[in-house]
Each structure stands twice: as structure tokens, then as C-alpha cells.
């Protein structure tokens, strides 16, 4: 499949001590070719449960394209969660800290009981997730499925763990000498 064979000839980068990989998928470069983001969202509809769904949440920035794209196909709408402050009534702030940068990321748009699932472009510390899962506890959201497409290291395992909630991924993958293997 696409998102496979683009992943195995990705280029890797230094952002500190952390590999970094760079796809179209988790960083749209160089390009986003529409057959693989295609093949990558009907993918995801696959697997995950959207039935009765009132909102589908990602974090900025590299869920957008894939949200929009599931928006289109499933009608549901999407609420990002931003790395900027809006100050709207009822905004919630939580800390989100991956492999490489630490920040703040803002909710708005969830009411109670809202029922939502998440989705973003890559797992691997855990730190996002354990982010986006605390401010929709936070809001009194209902967490129907979570999917991310690629996972690399213990964060999905970190999560389920701490959380309690299933994550499900498209693929999972190592960085070895400067290259990406599907594991
Ligand atoms: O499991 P973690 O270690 O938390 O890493 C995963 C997160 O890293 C990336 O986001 P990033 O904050 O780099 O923002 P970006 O989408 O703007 O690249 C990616 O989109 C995930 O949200
Ligand atoms: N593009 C990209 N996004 C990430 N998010 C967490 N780790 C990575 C990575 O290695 N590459």
C-alpha cells in the first residue's frame, strides 16, 4: 500500500536527540499526492467506529488534512485543538509535551456528552494524546475510537495503559540507521 511504500523511502532529520521522520502524511512534504490521502482516510473509515458520532477532534497541525478529508466523506464536523489561546468562555488549556517541543494546546467546541473520536497523524511518545484525552475528559466529552496513522515507540502502549482507551493505528514503524522500517 501507499502510505507503506512512502514511509519506507522517507528522509529522517535531527530535531535534537529525536530521529524525526518526514512524510506527506505527518508534515504534508514534500506533497500530498490525493491517491495517498485517499487510501489513507478510507483506510481509517475501515477500521473506525464513526456511527453516531457528533464530532471528530484532532490537534493542529498535521490532523487537518486528514480530518477535513474524513469531514467530507462522513459528515460529521471537526474541532481542532490549537497550539494558540482564543480566550472563548469554557476554552480548556492542557500541556502537551512530544519527543521534541513542549507547549499548550486549547479545546473549544465540545459540549457535554458530545460523542467525538480522535484522530491524528502520528503517535509516538504518547504526550498529544494524553493532552487531547484530558481536555475531553475535561469537557465531558464521550470517546468513541481513537485512530492515529503511523505509531512509532511505547506511546500507544503509554496511553492505553494510563487511560484505559483502545488506540487503533495504520501502521506502525521504527527509525533504524536513518531509515524507517514497517515493523
Ligand atoms: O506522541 P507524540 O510524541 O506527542 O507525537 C505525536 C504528535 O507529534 C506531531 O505533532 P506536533 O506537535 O509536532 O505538531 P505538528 O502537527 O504541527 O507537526 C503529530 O501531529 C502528533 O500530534
Ligand atoms: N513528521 C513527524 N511527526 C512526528 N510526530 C512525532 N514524531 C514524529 C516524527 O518523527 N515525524
Redesign the pocket.
Known sequence: MLLEETLKSCPIVKRGE??????PI??GVPVVEPKLLREVVMRIIKIGNFEDVDKIVTAEAMGIPLVTTLSLYTDIPYVIMRKREYKLPGEIPVFQT??YSKGQLYLNGIEKGDKVVIID??I?TGGTMIAVIEALKRAGAEIKDIICVIE?GEGKKIVEEKTGYKIKTLVKIDVVDGKVVIL
Open positions: 529525536y530521529h524525526y521522520f518526514i512524510h505527518s508534515d512530544t519527543g497523524d502520528v509516538s512509532r
